[in-house]
């Protein structure tokens, strides 16, 4: 196959950044789209040029770092794919393919398409967690869940926190993000006691770090690779709101 | 009270303010075609109905005070929380698109300015006589009332005027094909089950407003029903 | 280098209580005073630091990704495995003791196993309480699986996420000690070498991939949590980023290399699909549970999968090992598929690939079902492959997936370098020559939750670190040396890419130090190794300059490494001059190609040191002795 790539080349954080055409002619259809961007890369080296920085790291899926937006789509065409598990055959011979990072103003560009998604974080870091420490747990069993509590649960807590959701909001809000993690525990016995103050952390770091806010687009479940539900959104919506009338205790 | 303070500076805790003033524009809405639908009943139900509006004095004014407050409240949030969004992707997509975002959900600011745009008009034609001076400038029917009946069949019986009208109304009809499932979401009201039906119902009442509202301007213009010459 | 395992002594069931209650213990109030650079935030790493401060000591933690929630643990798909015999199935902390000792085919410690076993209950209790989301029955309990290499269900599981899931448990644990300000997290740092000060590991220093700049960070003990090596083969199931660099790095710094022979091959990944391969997917192993591995009798069969009839099928899994059948452990599963695909009954492209079938459980138990078991595997399979596997038998080759070996450690996970701890994947510790199915996510845990922070505490009191400042002539002259390195990859001025060297080393390792080895292609590696490092060093392409974000720059030293490591890992593979785990010398095997151990010559760990570039690294041995298992010949027919 042969492909023309337009990359978002930017060689630094305050870099104005340009998209740069490269022909591509020997691309296997079996190739993942990652893969096709390493074969980019060696030649771009072997040429002496620099090569396209991008995230990646298990290629499989599952850990989150791949991003990228394909054509307009955050992780490309494949719906429920991440980008490291697109493969070449969803292109045709001759496409033209635009490649950009994930832009958002929470996640600034480090490096061509890399960018700087801590802030995802530091959301978590205001209370995406149960405050126990190690040791000193009761018997795993002692506390019974419910099977389609815990099936909820898991829905929410398979989010990769790979920011698609972000990448694809037209207002690059990241609620799709802080609603999975609210409601993988509010759905669990053990995230009750800090339910509240979770969902009031959560929320207002999430405002300071310069999301823009959601406007029920739902563009951001249409691209989440693990096909994460609005449903938790308006979930949160309603955590949030009853945290506020309990005063937020 | 800071905690009501904080939880309204919040983004989500504006969103909701939206919703509810937006909750409360539809409750106007409705409520102002059910009055004027009254111009399909003749000129003596809609002059009555205005006479009887402005006999409520000081009450009309506590209305539209409240009426004011939610739309200033509903406009000023939406277009900071608009300004927000467009800050928070300083950088456009070279290439951009949409996967599954409705034409109503993406035009929200967009309609919602012409909705305001068209207010202002509105107000100026029927309630201050300011556009189209000639059309509120009837004069009064045979009781001393205003002739709100002829102000009204005057104005539509403009092609451009009910041109404009229908725009408008079009761009409402948009808002709501949005807005209204959007408060549901945005109050965290719905949930699975109920998406269904909130999505159905929001189209529901996009559509309602939509005809109950140009109704009354192509039935004017084009001499239908009650507005037929021949009668 | 002295080997001192530190056993306590006492019955097997008592030492680690015993030894828990004779280590020293650190005042709370001192805690403070004592600093941990924890290097890695996977399972182990990433609970151990939060452990770690939520005891009250400071910790900084070090992570390559750009979050601590994206380390590789993260791609466990299977589950945990747990002593807790809530199947009431007759398992016991005993029990998953000896499988694991079994298992690992009588080459691993069995008071670490032990002690493994032991708090492998406590693991679950405490990821529970964090809120990991297992997999429940309908009356809200705990869901358990059965996996290779056992005949009992003590295996937890997050849908085939478990791996993802107790990582963001730890994640969570860990985000709670940042935001309180008791962990510093330094991301998208690369950790180069580590100082050691006085004969005690003080601190390492690092690249901030973002920047380039070079970092001193000192504390009064360093823990290594940094995984396993797998990539020295260049396609493994291992993220693209893991690497040998840290554990190398200490190597070269005076940590013994115990049992770098001993890798394991998955037997359930998709095979190789063209030369553009940059990595291999695993998938999960429970697919075994339903799935029967076979392959066509006849060489050459070219008829479609389905059009193969029962009588010209060889299900040589459920022949060989009719007790475990297709749930024999991974090492005999793996190597099955390359005897038979060696004998060119291989399916698929270029004949490497044997099929696992659900045609039969899918007549069983219906669609819906095995999509409710398996649904994402399967998505995951047709994404890659193009073929649906409701449909078509999928097909199925080994691939390189962990690392039993690693940085040698004493009972209380201390390598030979006074202060340098070492958890998780990146010690040799548990497993010995083979690794049981859900037995890498207990370990990780187990080390970062229940181990570790018991004894670092006692090496802070018993060895009192001095207070040491970065300024030190060691951490000056260290951090000299990697500059120095760092300069000598930026200006290679030749004409290959990194890449194209690692790929070759793989090459070169996978067919002579691989899945089958023999002393003559140990031999050839360990001559053509070195080789390929000079001409790397000659060679090499390095694009760009050492002091902005440059990926090529961080693979090239990686590489650069692995060309090193490589070398001493044919030589474990020599040297061991037996078959065990998942080491397996084709010149040791019964008549039935079964691994044939040497329990007189090889019951003990092998550990190297490291003597200079280029000179053979000097062997020294653990004896590792059986007290409380019988040393058997493993059998799983």
């Given amino acids: 196959m042969k492909l023309t790539l337009n990359i978002w080349r930017q060689k630094t954080p305050s870099d104005a950044g ?110 995406g967690f149960v405050s126990v420490n190690t040791g000193g747990a009761p018997d795993a069993n002692a506390l019974p869940i419910g099977k389609v509590e815990a099936d909820k649960a898991m829905d929410a807590a398979a989010c990769i926190g790979c920011g698609a959701c972000v990448a694809a909001c037209p207002n690059a809000s990241a609620m799709l993000f802080v609603s999975a993690k609210i409601g993988h525990l509010a759905h669990l016995p053990q995230g009750q006691p800090e339910r509240a103050r979770r969902a009031l952390n959560l929320v207002s770091t999430m405002d300071a770090e310069g999301f823009g806010n959601c406007r029920n687009y739902y563009e951001c479940e249409a691209v989440c690779p693990k096909e994460i539900p609005i449903d938790f959104i308006a979930e949160m919506n309603r955590d949030w709101r009853s945290s506020v009338l309990k005063g937020g205790s | 009270m800071n905690w009501l303070l904080a939880a309204l500076r919040s983004s989500l805790g504006r969103k909701m303010v939206v919703a509810l003033t937006g909750l409360g524009l539809l409750g106007f809405v409705f409520a102002h075609l059910a009055g004027n639908l009254q111009v399909f009943l003749g000129r003596e139900a809609l002059n009555a109905y205005a006479q009887g509006l402005k006999d409520l004095g000081a009450l009309l004014w506590v209305a539209r005070l409240g009426l004011i407050a939610m739309f200033v409240t509903h406009v000023a949030l939406a277009l900071q929380l608009a300004r927000e969004n467009r800050a928070a992707r300083p950088t456009r997509y070279v290439h951009g698109g949409v996967q599954q975002a409705s034409p109503g959900s ?39 009332r205003h002739d709100v009946y002829g102000m009204v069949v005057a104005g539509f019986s403009e092609p451009l005027v009910v041109g404009l009208y229908v725009a408008a109304i079009a761009m409402l009809a948009l808002h709501l094909s949005h807005g209204v499932q959007s408060v549901f979401q945005t109050l965290g009201l719905n949930g699975p089950r109920y998406e269904p039906i909130i999505k159905r119902t929001g189209c529901a009442i996009a559509v309602i407003v939509f005809v109950g509202n140009v109704s009354m301007p192509l039935a004017i213009l084009m001499g239908l029903g009650p507005f037929s010459t021949g009668a | 280098m002295e080997l001192n395992s530190g056993i306590p002594g006492g019955p097997l069931a008592d030492k680690w209580d015993k030894h828990r209650f004779e280590m020293k213990l650190v005042n709370p109030a001192n805690k403070r005073k004592f600093s941990v650079i924890m290097v890695g935030s996977g399972l182990a790493g990433g609970s151990a630091a939060a452990t770690l401060a939520e005891l009250g000591y400071d910790v900084h933690c070090f992570c390559f990704q750009d979050s601590p929630r994206r380390a590789h643990s993260i791609a466990a798909q299977g589950g945990i495995n747990s002593a807790k015999n809530y199947q009431n199935d007759g398992d016991s902390v005993h029990r ?99 100082v050691v000060v006085d004969g005690k590991a003080r601190g390492i220093i690092t690249r901030d991939l973002v920047s380039g700049k070079i970092e001193r960070h000192v504390a009064d003990a360093v823990v290594l949590g940094t995984g396993g090596y797998s990539n020295v083969f260049y396609l493994s199931t291992n993220a693209k980023g893991c690497n040998v660099t840290a554990a190398w790095r200490a190597h070269k710094r005076g940590a013994g290399f115990a049992n770098p022979c001993y890798t394991q091959i ?78 060119g009954l291989g399916v698929g492209p270029g004949g490497r690939g044997v099929f696992l079938d659900f045609r039969d459980a899918i007549q069983r138990v219906g669609d819906e079902a095995i999509s409710q078991r398996y649904g994402n595997l399967f998505d995951m399979y047709q994404r890659i492959t193009d073929e649906n596997p409701y449909k078509v038998p999928m097909r199925i080759y080994p691939a390189p997936h962990y690392s039993m070996g690693g940085l040698w450690v004493d009972y209380n996970l201390m390598s030979t370098v006074p202060g340098l701890h070492v958890i998780g994947e990146a010690n040799f510790s548990d497993h010995g020559a083979n690794r049981l199915g859900a037995s890498a996510l207990m370990q990780g845990l187990a ?101 902005e974000m440059n990926m090529a720059l961080e693979q090239a030293g990686r590489v650069a490494d692995f060309l090193e490591f490589a070398e001493t890992m044919a030589h474990d593979a020599l040297t061991r001059d037996e078959s065990c785990g998942g080491h397996f010398r084709e010149e040791h095997q019964s008549p039935d190609g079964e691994a044939k151990r040497n329990d007189d010559d090889f019951c003990h760990a092998t550990v190297w040191e490291h003597r200079g570039e280029g000179e053979a690294p000097k062997e020294h041995r653990e004896q590792l002795d059986f007290e409380n298992v019988q040393l058997a010949t493993r059998s799983y027919k």
């Fill in chain 3, 96 to 194: 998953l003791f000896y499988d694991t000792v079994k298992g690992g085919d009588f080459r691993s410690r069995e008071a670490n196993v032990y002690r493994l076993a032991q708090v492998s209950t406590n693991i679950i209790d405490q990821c529970a309480a964090q809120g990991v989301p297992f997999a429940r029955e309908y009356g809200g309990q705990l869901a358990n699986r059965s996996f290779g290499g056992a005949q009992v269900s003590r295996t937890f599981y997050a849908r085939g996420q478990t791996g993802q899931q107790l990582l963001l448990g730890c994640y969570n644990a860990l985000s709670r000690q940042i935001g309180l300000g008791n962990v510093k997290m330094h991301t998208r740092s690369e950790m180069l070498d580590v």
């Fill in chain 2, 106 to 144: 993406r035009s929200m600011v967009f309609t919602g300015v012409m909705i305001l745009l068209f207010v202002a008009y509105h107000l100026a034609h029927f309630t201050f006589g300011a556009a189209h001076a000639s059309h509120y400038a009837v004069g009064s029917d045979a009781l001393g």
């Fill in chain 1, 18 to 127: 340009h998209m740069e055409r490269h022909e591509l002619s020997d691309v296997s259809p079996d190739m993942s789209f990652l893969e096709m961007l390493d074969v980019l890369n060696e030649h771009l080296q072997v040429e002496g040029k620099d090569p396209v920085a991008f995230d990646h790291d298990c290629r499989e899926g599952i850990c989150g770092m791949c991003s990228l937006v394909i054509n307009g789509t955050a992780h490309g065409p494949m719906k429920a794919t991440t980008t490291c598990q697109l493969h070449m055959r969803s292109f045709k011979d001759g496409d033209t393919v635009d490649i950009e990072p994930f832009r958002a103003k929470a996640f600034p560009v480090v490096k061509d398409l890399t960018v700087d998604r801590s802030s995802f974080d530091r959301i978590n870091e205001a209370g």
């Fill in chain 3, 447 to 547: 080390d970062g939750y229940f181990v570790l922070p018991y004894t670092i505490g006692h090496y802070f009191a018993t060895h009192k670190p001095e207070p040491v400042s970065t300024d030190h002539p060691e951490f000056k002259r260290v951090e000299a040396e990697v500059h120095e390195r760092i300069k000598r990859l930026t200006s290679a001025s030749g004409k290959r890419t990194p890449d194209s060297f690692h790929r070759e080393l793989g090459r070169l390792m996978w067919n002579n130090v691989g899945m089958a080895r023999t002393e003559a292609s140990c031999k050839e590696a360990l001559e053509k190794i070195p080789q390929i490092r000079e001409e790397f060093w000659r060679d090499v392409k390095v694009v760009g300059g050492h002091s």
């Fill in chain 3, 266 to 343: 998955h037997p359930t990944c998709i095979p190789v699909a063209g030369d553009h391969q940059s990595k291999l997917t695993l998938m999960s192993e429970s697919l075994r549970n339903d799935g029967r591995v076979w392959v066509p009798k006849e060489s050459g069969d070219k008829r479609a999968p389905h059009d193969i009839p029962e009588s010209d099928r060889d299900y040589y899994l459920e022949r060989k090992y009719p007790s475990f059948g297709n749930l024999a452990p991974r090492d005999i599963a793996s190597r099955s598929a390359k005897e038979a695909c060696d004998n």
